[in-house]
Every structure is written in structure tokens, then in C-alpha cells.
Nanobody
Framework: QVQLVESGGGLVQAGGSLRLSCAAS????????MGWFRQAPGKEREFVAA????????YYADSVKGRFTISRDNAKNTVYLQTNSVKPEDTAVYYC??????????????????WGQGTQVTVSS
């Protein structure tokens, strides 16, 4: 079992930045690929970014590419999502997720075994 706890959400003005963190506990963190997803009111949960076990490969949704950066610190059991140049359409609950699988698309939420409770990000215009 892996427990995931997100933090760092809040209210930010358009064009600003937030750094989200997700602290993991329970199993060896470096055994899991990690992802960030988000869900806006009335919409389905969507992929934002993912990172492989070593941190050497990253993946992004087109909507955030060039603005968001995912990273991980395996010594601290933490994955981060740096959000820059945020837009009102980035408003959502952001979830981190952990995957023990070695196959399947990083973009697909079915790949992930464990999910955090989410942290709210609200971007004002």
C-alpha cells in the first residue's frame, strides 16, 4: 500500500506560479512511476504530467507543455509539479498517482494503482 498526500494548492492570479508536492509513504518510492492528473468541476479527470521511476523521462499533456514541470526526489519520497504561467482553465483539483506497472500508457489513469486526496488550485483572471 502506498499513501499519497498532496500539498501546495491555493489561489493564484493568472500568470502566476504554484509548486505542488506529493509526499509518498508505505513502499519504496523509487519503484513507482508517478503522475499528476486534474479534475475541473463538471469535467472528467485528465492527465497532466508523468515521470518514470528514475526521473529520466517525463510526459506532459499538450495543454501544459512548456508551462508545467514534473520532477521527483527519490531521497525525499516526493514528486513535484511546478506550475508556471497559469491560466484560469488550469483551475481544478490536482491529484498525484503512483503506478507499479511496467506497461500501459502514462497518460491513462488506469495505469495508476494509488491516488492522493487532491489539492485545489484556483486561478483567478
Amino acid at each position: 500500500q502506498v499513501q499519497l498526500v498532496e500539498s501546495g494548492g491555493g489561489l493564484v492570479q493568472a500568470g502566476g506560479s504554484l509548486r505542488l508536492s506529493c509526499a509518498a509513504s508505505g513502499r519504496t518510492f523509487s519503484n513507482y512511476a508517478m503522475g499528476w492528473f486534474r479534475q475541473a468541476p463538471g469535467k472528467e479527470r485528465e492527465f497532466v504530467a508523468a515521470i518514470n521511476r528514475s526521473g529520466g523521462s517525463t510526459y506532459y499533456a499538450d495543454s501544459v507543455k512548456g508551462r508545467f514541470t514534473i520532477s521527483r526526489d527519490n531521497a525525499k519520497n516526493t514528486v513535484y509539479l511546478q506550475t508556471n504561467s497559469v491560466k484560469p482553465e488550469d483551475t481544478a483539483v490536482y491529484y498525484c498517482a503512483a503506478s507499479s506497472k511496467y506497461s500501459g500508457s502514462y497518460y491513462n489513469n488506469g495505469r495508476y494503482d494509488y491516488w492522493g486526496q487532491g489539492t485545489q488550485v484556483t486561478v483567478s483572471s
